[in-house]
């Protein structure tokens, strides 16, 4: 089959990251700087992205701040005609770097933050950064570029969702990701001290949809139930291979960031094959395209041109066949672990923080 | 958005060209809309300052059509999604 034109691109630009956030999503092995593609990797991947037909640019990691050639990347992508998003923590976003990026063109920056409650906010990102990041919100605000909010939703901080948003709002936030945990890499380490209770999501549902309506024009928010906690999976990006290529520090291009986890599949490399032959070509994005590849009970329910069967890796991650039904559904046989998980939070909240493992010595 | 609205463009989204796919599209965070012929010349007049019933004016000379009530619906369902506001 030929596939659709992609219409986003997350540029990976590095894993290295000032915070140690327990459910990043990058994954457990994460790419040390000496693996990362050079400067003129990325502008190529860029131009080779337009030409593919991706309108929609997110320069993630890690923190991109950490790239010294971010602005040159941003004045590229710009050139391109790209909608460009940074995704950053706010650290390392200096008046002299976000005045650089002003004037490369970029449009839009998306600064995380982690709690209202700054005590919280810190001991989730493992660092001292709520006042970095007041700062950077401050600048990002007072330059003019569009600003949107990304909070990360789990057990410790659910119920302040309400003062989360509040606090965006008094940001100048122009829109509001709140993210609730999805439970792979990192976050499924630890998946017992982030899952939330279904009264603490019904009660943060309530919330966000009252909040919704109160900065409706305002500010736009954007709450998703976790799946969890519904009866079908999430549409992982409107199928796989259909929309969205993930390119990682090191070149791989996934069809998902969370990818690299399905052991099963080989990954392409940009620094070898160009962005076309992948998207069109490689094994990875040809896997799960469609529904040839679907065994029941996704193969003959009617909701398979809805959800597309949910997400191939947390099928892999939790039943070890990407080609399973998602088991968050409650068609899948494997539903019985995820009523169990949800069922049985863990008292504690101590997490294994996210680092970069140091290299094996000889 | 009734005819006396004032609808502007949010502040987020860009009205640009596709010359990969060759059809006009507005562009905003994590997002992108194709847009018909129809779509571009409504949104090309949404400047701030027009309302929805001058703009259809504009419109409904150039096709020699009452185009308001296509208009007014148009511009509610980008409304709808917050991409257009009523200033």
């Known amino acids: ?362 | 958005m009734s005819p006396e609205s004032i609808p502007t463009l949010w502040r987020l989204a860009r009205l640009d060209f596709d010359s990969v796919r060759n059809r006009p599209v507005l562009l905003y965070p994590e997002g992108a809309v194709l847009l018909n012929d129809t779509g571009k010349a409504i949104l090309e007049l949404v400047d701030g300052r027009r309302t929805v019933g001058e703009i259809a004016g504009i419109l409904g000379e150039r096709y020699q059509a009452d185009v308001t009530a296509d208009v007014s619906e148009y511009l509610s369902h980008l409304a709808e999604r917050e991409l257009i506001r009523d200033a």
């Open chain 1, 1 to 362: 089959m030929t596939p659709e034109r992609p219409t986003t691109l997350l540029a990976e630009l590095t894993h290295r990251c000032p915070l140690h956030c327990p459910y990043c999503s990058n994954p457990l092995e994460m790419i040390r700087a000496e693996g990362e593609l050079a400067t003129e990797d990325w502008k190529r991947v860029f131009t080779q992205a337009r030409t593919l037909g991706v309108l929609q640019l997110g320069l993630s990691g890690g923190e991109p701040m950490i790239r010294k050639d971010l602005e040159e990347l941003a004045t590229h992508a710009r050139g391109l005609g790209l909608y460009t998003t940074l995704v950053t923590s706010g650290l390392g976003l200096t008046r002299a770097r976000a005045e650089r990026l002003r004037d490369a063109g970029l449009e839009h920056i998306q600064v995380s933050i982690q709690d209202a409650d700054p005590e919280v906010a810190e001991s989730i990102a493992g660092v001292s950064s709520v006042k970095q990041k007041r700062a950077a919100v401050a600048l990002v605000k007072e330059l003019g570029f569009a600003l949107s909010i990304n909070v990360v939703l789990h057990r410790a901080n659910l119920d302040r969702i309400g003062a989360i948003i509040d606090l965006a709002a008094d940001m100048g936030a122009d829109r509001i990701e709140l993210a609730n945990t999805q439970y792979y890499g990192w976050a499924l380490e630890n998946r017992a001290s982030l899952m939330p209770t279904r009264e603490q999501v019904a009660a943060a549902q309530a919330t966000a949809e009252e909040a919704t309506r109160r900065y409706k024009g305002r500010m736009q928010i954007l709450f998703v139930l976790p799946d969890y906690f519904e009866q079908y999976p999430k549409p992982c990006y409107g199928g796989w291979g259909k929309l969205y290529i993930v390119v990682a520090p090191d070149g791989k291009a996934l069809p998902c960031h969370g990818a690299t986890q399905i052991t099963t599949l080989s990954f392409d490399n940009v620094r070898d094959r160009s962005l076309e032959w992948i998207w069109q070509e490689s094994q990875a994005f040809r896997a799960f395209r469609g529904d040839e590849w679907m065994r029941e009970p996704c193969r003959s329910c009617p909701r398979k041109t809805v959800d597309f069967g949910g997400c191939r890796c947390q099928a892999f991650a939790l039943t070890g066949a990407a080609e399973n039904t998602d088991p968050v559904c409650i068609l899948s046989p494997d539903r019985g672990m995820i009523d169990a998980a949800v069922a049985a939070p863990s008292d504690s909240l101590e997490y294994r923080y996210r680092v970069i493992a140091e290299p094996q010595r000889a």
